[in-house]
């Protein structure tokens, strides 16, 4: 049951890298090109509304190589980890365009963002949703508005029904394997 505990959209852009033509090895170096692209972009995307272009660039040179994303991928070897922490930065990007209500496309594309988090590394998800939260209550304090955020909870309750073909049947099927081995020692 692998695709039902580990996330599979990893192994899924590898996968169309494959269909192109590459082989097996080529295809996840492509992955991880992209991956981390994605990254950059992401992070400069983010940035920029903050702290301009040139911060925004410094910011995304410094996540790309930032040590705990080198290790994934070089030492752990963790793709999914690292794919994920690719995506997070747009999550957060999407989320920001929806709550200063700049579009409502901003609203769709977190929840497709979201979604493709969950499906990269739930446990990335699960850190980053505690993140999201206090980012919307921040943004909520700070506005004194309580529409914006609660819209984006509503794209973010649809990036997880998106992704809800992953994670509803590891959890409803987490009885089926012996996931108490996680915990212990033996």
């Known amino acids: 049951p692998n695709f039902v505990f580990y996330s599979q959209l990893v192994s899924y852009v590898s996968l169309h890298f494959h269909f192109i033509g590459f082989g097996i090895l080529t295809s996840l170096k492509c992955m991880i090109v992209v991956g981390v692209l994605l990254a950059g972009i992401g992070m400069f995307c983010l940035a920029r509304p903050f702290w301009g272009t040139s911060g925004a660039v410094v910011s995304a040179v410094a996540y790309v190589y930032i040590p705990y994303r080198i290790a994934n991928l070089y030492v752990r070897g963790d793709f999914a ?38 499906l990269t590394h739930n446990c990335t998800a699960l850190t980053a949703s505690g993140l999201i939260v206090l980012f919307l209550l921040f943004v909520s304090i700070r506005k004194r508005d309580w529409r914006g955020p609660a819209l984006a909870v509503g794209g973010l309750a649809l990036g997880c029904g998106l992704s809800a073909f992953f994670w509803l049947p590891a959890l409803l099927e987490k009885h089926l394997v012996n996931i108490e081995l996680i915990y212990s020692n033996a």
């Open 81 to 118: 980890e690292a794919f994920a922490m690719s995506i997070v930065q747009w999550v957060f990007y999407f989320l920001h365009g929806a709550l200063s209500g700049k579009h409502r496309v901003h609203l769709v594309f977190s929840a497709l963002s979201y979604a493709a988090l969950v």
